[in-house]
């Protein structure tokens, strides 16, 4: 399994007068089906115990109330299967003596 680290970058857009922005929205998302879900104001969330697959990360900011604003950004990506190192003959000598 692997922990995934999702980091946004941010742009100023417009909105309502009054329209206080709240937290980020961040999931996990396989198949369409969002499999973890955190909020937070930081631009940067990790996701643990992901297995191997396709997946896509999803994120959108909330006012302060909670309500999505603005659109959502994605990203698809893959978390490979994990691989084992094991030493393999590489080189032979032979010395005749």
Do not use: W
């Not at 109330?65 to 000598?93: C, H, K, M, N, R």
């Amino acid at each position: 399994m692997a922990t995934v680290i999702v980091t946004i970058s941010t742009k100023e857009q417009e909105f309502p007068a009054g329209t206080i922005g709240g937290n980020y929205a961040y999931d996990l998302i396989q198949g369409g089906t969002a499999l973890q879900h955190v909020e937070s104001s930081q631009l940067s969330v990790s996701f643990s115990s992901v297995t191997p697959g396709d997946y896509s990360a999803r994120a959108q900011r909330l006012d302060s109330s909670g309500t999505p604003i603005g659109s959502f950004i994605t990203s698809a990506f893959v978390v490979p299967e994990p691989t084992t190192l094991v030493s393999v003959p590489e080189t032979i000598t032979v010395t005749l003596i």
